[in-house]
């Protein structure tokens, strides 16, 4: 009996303003591709018109992210060939993409990724800011919990910090960092690869002051805590010190003898703080 072919899913990244940005690759695949799964199929259908490239197309955005996959990959299973594409840059990052690839590789169907542009890598690398270590946030919860345990690992954090924002969201979210970030260099990166690119260095004051009524897709980059560990942990409470530990999943043996080293004190003190009823 004749083996069923089956099909590949393309991770195809496409320009994220200049529509020069893209690769010959990644046009040779949406050319050759039974269908193209976009997130706003009249978005992509400009970039296909600019590319003369003509295709199917479905949507497969946030909303439908779920339903969709199902669908596509009994698509792939009957030997289709097809590329997903988000609004601008690389799919799955911060953008729809990664339901569908988590299922295509349970059933063992190719996954492809066609690498381009990325809004913070390019960002990153034009900010000045240290590029050795980065950790990316993307954009921050609007959940209030969630938001400030995120800005506390923003406050504590090493490694050079990368965040997105919408526009209309960012004056509050400046604000939410001027407590915790303090005089840190910031770089907002607006617009990348379009005419109106622009990098605005800084404080957070300096920000705050200079972004009224700003537009555009907008990249925060973060310079990381230069603290020491005495002066970092100064200020935190033994509980706040010990869940900064936690959320990095350490043990809590480990955890006691961390936090007695920041302290400079011994391990049974700490141990018994978090024994003895409070």
Do not use: W
């Not at 997130?39 to 400009?46: C, G, I, M, Q, W």
């Not at 988000?86 to 190719?110: M, Q, R």
């Not at 919990?145 to 800005?151: A, F, G, I, P, T």
């Not at 049974?268 to 024994?275: A, D, G, K, L, S």
């Amino acid at each position: 009996m004749e083996e069923k072919l089956v099909g590949t899913l393309y991770i195809v990244a496409t320009p994220i303003g200049n529509l020069e940005d893209i690769t010959l690759r990644a046009i040779s695949v949406l050319k050759k591709v039974d269908l193209i799964a976009a997130e706003d199929t009249r978005h992509t259908l400009k970039l296909l018109n600019h590319l003369e490239i003509s295709k199917p197309m479905i949507s497969y955005h946030r909303h439908n992210e779920e339903a969709r996959s199902d669908s596509l990959i009994q698509e792939l299973k009957e030997g289709k060939q097809i590329a997903l594409v988000s609004d601008a840059g690389t799919p799955g990052i911060c953008d729809p993409g990664e339901e569908v690839i988590k299922k295509c590789i349970e059933e063992n169907i190719k996954v492809v990724s066609i690498p381009g542009a990325c809004a913070m890598i390019n960002a990153l690398i034009i900010s000045g800011i240290d590029t050795k270590e980065f950790t990316f946030f993307g954009f921050l919860p609007l959940h209030k919990k969630l938001r400030k345990q995120k800005l506390e690992e923003i406050k504590n954090s090493t490694k050079t910090l990368i965040l997105y924002e919408a526009p209309h969201k960012l004056k509050n979210t400046l604000n939410d960092l001027k407590e915790i970030i303090e005089n840190r260099k910031v770089v907002l990166a607006r617009e990348l690869t379009k005419i109106h690119e622009e990098y605005i260095r800084g404080t957070i004051d300096e920000l705050i002051q200079k972004v009224d009524n700003i537009k555009g897709e907008i990249v925060l980059i973060i310079e990381k805590n230069n603290q020491t560990d005495e002066n970092r942990f100064k200020d935190l409470t033994l509980e706040d010190h010990y869940a900064f530990y936690e959320k990095q999943g350490l043990p809590k043996k480990e955890i006691i003898k961390k936090i007695a080293k920041d302290k400079n004190v011994s391990k049974n003190e700490i141990y018994q703080y978090f024994i003895s009823p409070q």
